[in-house]
Structures are given as C-alpha cells and as structure tokens.
C-alpha cells in the first residue's frame, strides 16, 4: 500500500469486480472518432492511462441517438459497426487491469445542428444553451425511441467487451431535464410527480440490466449547480439518487459540477477552488446504500483524492484533467513519488479549448496527448547514439526539449541566460491564481537535477562563444520579447504609435518582471485577449491600480472564450473596479493619456491615463541563428524564437526536438 496515499491505494469491490485503486479517469470528449469510429489514436490515447495505473476508465460519451450528435469526433450511435472498433478500446484498457466502462449521453434541447442535421428534442420545447437554436417537445413515441436508443448503445457496450456503462444525468441534458420542473412542463405521466420526471430514467436503467444482465455496470452521471435557481439543488438531487439506488438500479454514480446554465464550472480552470464535485459527492454518500459514489471535478492531484477520501465524501475519485496532463499519475502516486507528477495547471486550453473548436483535444503541458501512437505516450524509448546537446534558453520549449533529450539518453546542457528558468512562462505563473505554472517549472527542475542535466543560470550565449567541438546538436529556444513600438494589428498603417517618445510606456513583460513602476490609472493596450494582458490587467488591479482595459476586439478575452475562462476572469476584474474600452485602438500616446478610435463610428476621443503598458504581438527573439549556422553544427530553432506563439506549441516543439535527435 501507498504509505502517503493509503485511502487512494485501498482496493474497492464495484459489481463483480476489484478495483486495485479509487483512482478513475473519467468520462469527457477525445473527439478522435473518424466517421464515427474510434482509430488507433482513440486506443493509444485510452491505453496509455491504463498502463499508468488508473482503476477504472469511463471512455468518452457516446451519442445514442441522432439528435445528440455533439462534434465532428463523436461516436456514431445506432449502429452495430461500431462494435469491433470498439472492443480494441475495451481489450486496450482491461488488458492493463482497469475496467472499461463508455458513457452515454443525449443532450436533449442543447443539440448542434451543424453536426446532427437533427431536431433537437426535449421535454418540453425549451431553448438550447449550447446554440442559438429551439427545441421541441417530444411525442410519447419520441421519448420510446429514445430510450430504446440508450438501451440499444448499451448492448452495444457490452457486445464490445465493456464491463459497463455510465448513463449521462448531468449537465442538464436529457435525463437531466426529464428530472427538472424548470424544463419538464409536460402534464402527461412524463411528467409533474417525481415518479413522472423520473419515469424515463428508471425505465432506462431498468432495461439497460434486462438487457446486459445483472454482472454489467450500470453508473449514473449528475452534477452540482447550487448558483442556478432553477436547476435542481442538491437536497432534490439526492432524492432522485437514493430513488434510483433503493430500486437497485445504479451500481455508482459519479458527481460533476456546472452545466448549460453553468458552463464556467462544467470543466472549471484555475479561477475556481479545487475539489469542486466533493460537496455533492458527500450528500449523495449520505444516501445511497448500495450505489458506489465518485466524486469528480477540478480534483486534480492525488492529495486532493486522498483528501476526499479522508473526509468520507466519496468511495472513488475521478482525476481528468490530471491524467491527461500526467496519464502515470496514478503509478507515480502508488510509488509515492507525487513529485514526479507533472501537475495539470487548470488551464484548459489544449483540452476543453481544442475540443471547444471541434479538434481532438490534447494538452498544453503534455504534447503528446492524443499523439500516444507516433510519440508512445510518456515512455520514452533510448536513443542509439546518444549525442551532446545544449539547449539555448530555459523557457516551455528549452526546458522540454533539455528533459526529453535526457530521458533518451543524450547529454545535455541547457544554458539560461537570467536567473531563473522558465522565460515569460515564469511571469504568467506570477499573475494572479497562476501559481500551478510555478509549480511546473519547479517539476522541469526536478526532473532535470534526476535526470543529470547541466543548467547552466545567467549564461547569455552568442554564437561565437559556442566551441563546435563540444557539442552534436544545439537546440535554440531564446524565446519572444515585445517591441516597443506599440505597433498596434487594427492600425496596420502606423508602424510606431505616435507619442510613444513621450514616456510611462511599458510591455507587460516589463510589468510583470519588476521593471517598471506603472502609475496610479493604468491604460492596457491588449490586442491579444488572452492571459498575457488580462492576466497583468488583474495583476497591476489587485495592486491598486485602476485599470482600463482597451481592446480592438468586441469583447476583453476573446481568447479565454475557448477555455471556458474569459467571463470569470472579467468577473474577478470587474470586482477589482477595472474597466474598459471595446472595438478601439490607440491613434497618439500623450505620456498623460491617449487618443483613441471607435472601430465602428471613428469617432477620437481622450482618456486619461498615466501609464500605458501594451500586451500587443511579440517579435522572435532569432538572433543566434545565422551564427548558429555557421557554426557547422546540427541546429534546431524551437518555441517563440521560430515564431511567437502559445504555450503549447513551445511544448510540441521542445518535446518533438527531444524524440527527433
């Protein structure tokens, strides 16, 4: 038994099977399938967190029906061909000793017509909160089909070789509305009494068990939004569960948070507290007598899990996320080495924010999420010739590609030229609730010193100071710097803002680094809306500046929308009293304030402000390149020194140079 997590390491019995640990990796979009079928990258991508230790797999949900077609990558439902496919999903996890249980899902009225093609149904005709669309009420023979539909998804299930499966109550969707007044307006015997709302899950799970027999897993997925009045609240929720559990009908039901009314809280990022699903998990547990009760949402390590335990708010702990980011984070913990663990830093813009796009989703800080099949997971295989390799820069791209380098064998020097590692990620990790970023250059840290790296701090490096005999490769990763011409993309005519001269102008770099000393009204040119301006604009706020933000875009954050982050961000603001400006630009700094343009009437006009910092599109910092060529030694450019970009892509680059060399 694990000594530092004995509750997450105790074996627990879950309908005809053992589970070797509480640890699930539960259910959530891949979005892999292609034409509805799950390829090798679906199976590489589901046996690598099988491999590394997880008791129990719940694979992405399932469409059952024709109008719950959600993305390009989802399943194909009603249709036998998928069994086959499916059973390599299955073979692949419980050859590694984890069970394999698929959700299934309907959306009800939150429908995609771009990929259904389908009316979206409900109970009652209510709006959908996934699009602009309506819905309609269903007929009695409607509501046969679909239940049909999850039975039928079910058999499928377990003709596959699943030990299970998870029926989708959450989020408000079908289930999940048929159980709600607020959606369920119907008068028929689908609906009023709770006997009524009900009726259709229990007939659900009734013949799910006919059908698949009584040793096939049946799960119940809710979730908990106490912020919406009119969904249900946990007292109703534990109502329906303890009415499903005293009828035998759920072998365990897993706990979420957020959903179509809450959206924010649905795959909650760093804005929110931890252990998000455990408040509902312990009323349900204080329910149920036979039901197994999993608490999941933003519990993203093993202390958080042992923590949930320990408090006896659940019997199981599904850990995403953090096995997304770390998929060995369930043997690393058995082992008790959660400091090898390459934490999940909640920032969702690789997984929900891929997903949010319709692409197969994958992970900031672990590239090769759902590249399982070319990069082979987190294993990495020797290199026959090791080589002597120095990476040039200690940002996200230097610090990858120096430790895959040494997982392989080769010998490598990483030379950093400030003080500390981590380039401008260090200074994201400073802004407000980002300290998961610090915790992650102090992992690269870690795992560096273990792994013989030679860091070599305050070493700025030109090419002449290089000797080619020293090293095989060199690997530049120098990173991006801000110009400071407050060269704005809305004016593309104007290459250096004019007044700029005039002082009290800084990058937000700068800022964030301790290099400038802003005034008291600061005006924030962000022309990127991601967490590079509004994370300094919340920063430069919670000091006491007053803050106004002023962007191009029709809204601040325009690239947090993705991540599900961009209104609790404005919200956290807002409350701090920034303020701002949409749809202008900047025409002429006056070092006391700024004239700016309305995009949509051109009208100028002047704000004042005594500090101007911009968060506009950096340059590559490529410098050492030609002499790096010159040097006759084998040269890889990597991360914002290629090309300024987001994190993840200085990841790829770093961890795709480690495999290369």
């Not at 343009?597 to 006009?605: A, K, P, S, Y």
């Amino acid at each position: 038994m694990a000594r530092r997590f004995p509750r997450l390491f105790s074996p627990l019995k879950l309908g005809p099977h053992r589970l070797k640990n509480r640890i699930v990796f539960g259910a959530h979009t891949a979005n892999m399938a292609v034409e509805g079928l799950p390829t090798e990258r679906h199976v590489a991508y589901y046996e690598e967190r099988a491999i590394g230790g997880a008791a129990m797999i719940v694979v992405e949900p399932m469409p059952v029906h024709a109008a719950t077609v959600l993305t390009r990558g989802n399943f194909r439902h009603s249709d036998d061909a998928v069994i086959p496919h499916f059973r390599k999903v299955a073979d692949a996890i419980r050859k590694h000793g984890s069970i394999a249980i698929q959700q299934l899902y309907h959306i009800g009225a939150h429908g995609d017509s771009d990929n259904s093609f389908h009316p979206h149904w409900s109970p009652s005709g209510g709006p959908s909160y996934h699009d602009s669309d309506g819905s309609h009420p269903m007929t009695e023979a409607e509501i046969h089909e679909t239940i049909d539909s999850f039975v039928q998804a079910a058999r499928r299930c377990r003709e596959a070789g699943f030990d299970g499966v998870e029926v989708w109550a959450a989020y408000l969707g079908m289930v999940d509305q048929f159980w709600t007044p607020w959606c369920n307006r119907r008068e028929d015997q689908w609906g009023g009494s709770l006997e009524n709302r009900t009726r259709m899950s229990r007939e659900i799970l009734t013949r799910i068990r006919a059908v698949c027999g009584p040793d096939f897993i049946i799960g119940l997925a809710v979730s908990d939004e106490p912020d919406v009045k009119v969904a249900l609240q946990r007292d109703e929720l534990a109502e329906i569960v303890k009415l499903h559990d005293d009828l035998g009908l759920i072998d365990y039901v897993t706990c979420g948070s957020g959903g179509y009314l809450d959206f924010y809280k649905l795959m909650p990022t760093f804005l929110y507290p931890e252990k998000l699903g455990a408040d509902l998990a312990a009323v349900l547990k204080g329910v149920v007598s036979h039901a197994v009760v999993i608490a999941e949402s933003h519990i993203r390590t093993p202390e958080n899990a042992e923590t949930v335990l320990g408090e006896g708010a659940a019997d199981l702990v599904s850990i995403v996320r953090g096995q997304i980011a770390d998929p060995h984070l369930a043997t690393k913990a058995g082992e008790d080495r959660p400091e090898d663990i390459r934490g999940c830093i909640s920032c969702n813009q690789m997984c929900w924010g891929r997903r949010s796009r319709d692409y197969w989703i994958s992970c900031l800080i672990n590239p090769s999420v759902g590249r399982e099949v070319e990069w082979g997971g987190d294993r990495f295989r020797k290199a026959e010739n090791p080589q002597r390799v120095l990476v040039i820069g200690g940002g996200p791209a230097g610090l990858e590609a120096a430790r895959v380098s040494a997982e392989r064998g080769h010998r490598v020097v990483l030379a950093e030229a400030s003080s500390r590692l981590g380039g401008n990620f260090l200074l994201a990790g400073m802004q407000p609730r980002r300290a998961q970023i610090l915790d992650l250059i102090g992992w690269y840290e870690r795992q560096l010193e273990k792994l013989g790296v030679t860091v070599r701090l305050n070493t700025y490096l030109e090419a002449a100071e290089i000797d080619p005999a020293e090293f095989d490769v060199v690997i530049a990763a120098t990173g991006s710097y801000s110009p400071e011409t407050g060269f704005q993309k809305a004016l593309p005519a104007v290459e250096t803002l004019p007044g700029i001269e005039k002082g009290n102008v800084f990058t937000v770099e700068a800022v964030m680094a301790r290099q400038a000393r802003p005034g008291k009204h600061v005006l924030l040119l962000d022309e990127g809306g991601g967490w590079r301006g509004c994370g300094t604009a919340w920063k430069l706020a919670e000091e006491g500046h007053r803050v106004t933000i002023l962007t191009p875009d029709p809204f601040v954050g325009k690239e947090l929308q993705r991540t599900a982050a961009d209104v609790p961000m404005r919200q956290a603001i807002r409350a701090l009293g920034a303020d701002w400006i949409v749809e202008a630009s900047i025409t002429e700094w006056h070092g006391n304030g700024a004239t700016i343009v309305d995009h949509n009437t051109g009208e100028h006009r002047f704000i004042e402000a005594d500090t101007l910092v911009t968060a506009t599109t950096n340059a590559p910092a490529d410098w050492l390149m030609p002499g790096l060529v010159e040097l006759g030694v084998a040269t890889r450019q990597i991360g914002d020194c290629a090309a300024p970009r987001q994190a993840p892509y200085a990841f790829y680059e770093g961890r795709k140079a480690g495999l290369e060399i």
